[in-house]
C-alpha cells in the first residue's frame, strides 16, 4: 500500500469537508438506480456511500426504511425500532429522513434522549434487553453510522431482533426491495412531515447512555479497576460514545480522563490516515497519533472508532497494540478468569484473524469457531452463549457478561476497551507486556496485508475458486495442511480462498467496493517466510484467475 505523506500528521484545511454542501447534496442530488453504484448496496455493515457521489441520499434512506418496513411487516416484528446515530455530518438528516417513513409506518421509535449520539453496542444492548424473555412483540433496530469510514460518508444499518448486524438474506431482501422503490421514484414510500412524526405517540425517548453504562459492571469487572486506582486515558475520536466515558467514571469511580470530548462533523481534529484520507479508525497508528502521544501519561489508554464498535489499546509497552495481539489476550484472558461462563462455550475468530488465537483455545480446550468476514457470523453463539467471545483482525469484538449471559451481539469498542483496562488492574501488566508472554510461550507471527489488481470477472472468479483450483502441495517450503473455501466454524463460503500449512497461512479475497483483491498473510517464521508466501499466494491466485492453476512442480520458488 502507498502511504501518503500525510499520513499521520494533522488534518490540512483543504482535506475537511464541506459539511453545508455535503447536506446540501443529501437533499439535492437524485440517485439513478441504473447506475450500479448509485443504487442501494449492503455490504457487510450496511450500506455506505457519500452524498457527493449520488450513493448517501436521502432517496437511499426513504427506499431502505420503508424496505426495513415492509420486511417488519412481513415478519411479523412489531415491537419497537431502536434508532441511533453517529457523529457523522449525514447521520442526522438521514435519521430525519428514516423517522419520517418509520413514523407514517405507524412503527413504535425509540430515539435518544436529549439527541444524544448512540454508539452501535448500545442499540445491541437495548435490543436484546427488551427482547429477553418475550415471545411475540420483538424489538429491532437502525443504526445509522458508516463506521470510520470519511467524514463526507454516511451510512445505514439494519439490527434484526437477535441484536446483531443482519444477516446477509435479511439484507438481500431489504436492499431489493429497496431498489425498486427507487426505481418507482418513491411513489410506494409512505412518510410524513418530522414535525408531526416528533409529536406522535408512536415516538419515544430512550435513555441509551444511562442504561448502557449502568449495566457495565454486569460485563467488565469495575471494583478490580476502581481498586488499583490505575489511570486510564480515553480518546473518542469525535465518535457517538463522547459523552458515555465521563459518565462511566463519574458511575464507577474510575481515575479517568477524556482527553477530548469535542465532536465535528469535518474531524478536523484527527491525524490523516495511511491514504491521505481522514477515517477514524482506532486500528490505524496513524489516525490514533493524539493518543500515542499522550501514552506515557496513562497505565491504559484506548480509543474507539466513530460508532464504537471497534477499539484500540494503547500500551506504554507497545503502544498500539496491533488488533490480532489484542484479541489474543483477550481469549487468553477471558477463559480464565470468567469461572461462570459455560465450559463449552467456544471462541469465535474469523478466517482472516490471527491464528495465535487457535493455538490459545487449544492450550484453553476450547472450541474454537472459525466463521468468514462479517460479525454477524457471531450472534446467534453469543445469544446463546455457545460463544463465550467473538472477535474479528478490524478490532470489532464482545464478548459474554460475567455470568455467562448475553451482552451485545454486535461488535462492542467500549467493553474490550474497558477489559484492557481489567487486565492491566488485575495482572500488574499492560496488554502489550501480556501479549510478549504469550508470544514467547506460543509463538510470535508476524503478518500483512497487500492488495492487487482484479477486474469485476477476476473478483467474481475467485470468490468461486474450488479447491481443487489450487494444485500444489507446498506453501513457502511447507506442505499445505488445509485448502479452504467455506469457514470451518459453520461452513459458510468465505468468498475466496484460505490455504493453510504448519507455521504460516495465506487469505486472498476479493474487495466488495473496489476493483482489486486482498490477500492476508501470516507466519511463525518470520518476516523472509512470510514474503514468501504473499509471493506464492500472488502466483497461485493469478494463476487459478487466469484460468491456469499451477501445478506442484510449477509452482516452486
Known amino acids: 500500500m502507498k502511504i501518503s505523506p500525510l499520513a499521520g500528521k494533522p488534518a490540512p484545511l483543504a482535506l475537511l469537508v464541506d459539511v453545508p454542501k455535503l447536506v446540501t447534496a443529501y437533499y439535492t442530488n437524485v440517485p439513478d438506480p441504473g447506475i450500479p453504484e448509485q443504487r442501494v448496496a449492503f455490504g457487510t455493515s450496511g450500506h455506505r456511500g457519500s452524498s457527493f457521489a449520488h450513493s448517501f441520499n436521502e432517496a437511499h434512506v426513504l427506499a431502505i426504511t420503508q424496505a426495513i418496513c415492509a420486511y417488519r411487516s412481513k415478519q411479523g416484528i412489531n415491537g419497537p425500532l431502536f434508532l441511533g446515530i453517529d457523529t457523522h455530518a449525514l447521520s442526522v438528516p438521514a435519521c430525519t429522513s428514516a423517522l419520517e417513513v418509520l413514523a407514517a409506518n405507524g412503527v413504535d421509535v425509540m430515539l435518544a434522549e436529549g439527541d444524544e449520539y448512540t454508539p452501535t453496542p448500545a442499540i445491541s444492548h437495548a435490543i436484546l434487553r427488551y427482547n429477553k424473555g418475550r415471545s411475540s412483540g420483538f424489538a429491532d433496530g437502525i443504526v445509522i453510522t458508516p463506521s470510520h469510514n470519511p467524514p463526507e460518508d454516511g451510512g445505514f444499518k439494519y439490527n434484526p ?100 470530548d469535542e465532536v465535528d462533523p469535518t474531524f478536523r481534529f484527527m491525524t490523516v490516515d495511511w491514504d491521505g484520507r481522514i477515517r477514524m479508525d482506532p486500528s490505524s497508528s496513524y489516525a490514533m497519533q493524539r493518543l500515542l502521544g499522550m501514552k506515557d501519561r496513562y497505565d491504559i489508554a484506548f480509543a474507539c472508532d466513530t460508532d464504537h464498535d471497534r477499539h484500540g489499546i494503547v500500551t506504554k509497552s507497545a503502544g498500539l497494540l496491533p488488533a490480532n495481539h489484542y484479541l489474543a489476550v483477550a481469549v ?117 496485508r497487500v492488495e492487487a489488481s482484479a477486474t469485476p470477472a477476476q473478483k467474481k472468479m475467485l470468490s468461486a475458486l474450488s479447491p481443487q483450483q489450487v494444485q500444489r502441495d507446498q506453501l513457502a517450503g511447507e506442505k499445505i495442511q488445509h485448502i479452504l473455501t467455506t469457514a470451518p466454524g459453520n461452513r459458510a463460503p468465505i468468498g475466496g480462498l484460505k490455504v493453510v500449512t504448519e507455521s504460516g497461512w495465506f487469505a486472498a479475497r476479493p474487495s466488495g467496493t473496489e476493483d482489486i483483491y486482498k490477500i492476508y498473510a501470516e507466519s511463525f517464521q518470520g518476516e523472509d517466510h512470510l514474503l514468501r508466501i504473499v509471493q506464492e499466494a500472488q502466483a497461485i491466485v493469478d494463476a487459478a484467475l487466469a484460468g491456469n492453476p499451477q501445478s506442484p512442480s510449477a509452482a516452486k520458488t
Open 332 to 448: 487468553d484472558y477471558l477463559f480464565q478468569h470468567r469461572t461462570l461462563w459455560s465450559k463449552d462455550a467456544s471462541v469465535g475468530k474469523t478466517v482472516v484473524s490471527s491464528q495465535i488465537i487457535d493455538r490459545i483455545s487449544a492450550r484453553l480446550n476450547r472450541k474454537l469457531y472459525e466463521v468468514p468476514a462479517g460479525f454477524k457470523w457471531f450472534a446467534a453463539g453469543l445469544s446463546d452463549g455457545s460463544l463465550g467471545f467473538g472477535g474479528e483482525e478490524s478490532a470489532g469484538a464482545t464478548f459474554l457478561r460475567l455470568d455467562g449471559s448475553v451482552w451485545t451481539t454486535d461488535k462492542d469498542g467500549l467493553a474490550p476497551a474497558l477489559l484492557a483496562a481489567e487486565i492491566t488492574a488485575r495482572s500488574g501488566r499492560d496488554p502489550g507486556e501480556v501479549y510478549r508472554k504469550l508470544a514467547a510461550e506460543l509463538g510470535d507471527p508476524v503478518s500483512t
Open 161 to 260: 431482533p437477535n441484536g446483531g448486524a443482519a444477516d446477509t438474506d435479511v439484507t438481500g431482501w431489504i436492499e431489493a426491495a429497496a431498489n425498486v422503490y427507487l426505481k418507482n421514484a418513491l411513489k410506494d414510500v409512505k412518510r410524513m412531515p418530522v414535525e408531526k412524526a416528533l409529536r406522535l405517540a408512536t415516538t419515544h425517548r430512550y435513555d441509551y447512555l444511562n442504561t448502557y453504562v449502568n449495566e457495565l459492571d454486569q460485563v467488565i469487572d469495575m471494583a478490580a479497576i476502581r481498586s488499583a486506582g490505575i489511570h486510564l486515558g480515553v480518546d473518542p475520536l469525535g465518535g457517538a460514545g463522547a459523552h458515555y466515558w465521563e459518565r462511566i467514571g463519574e458511575r464507577y469511580g474510575l481515575n479517568l480522563t477524556v482527553v477530548s
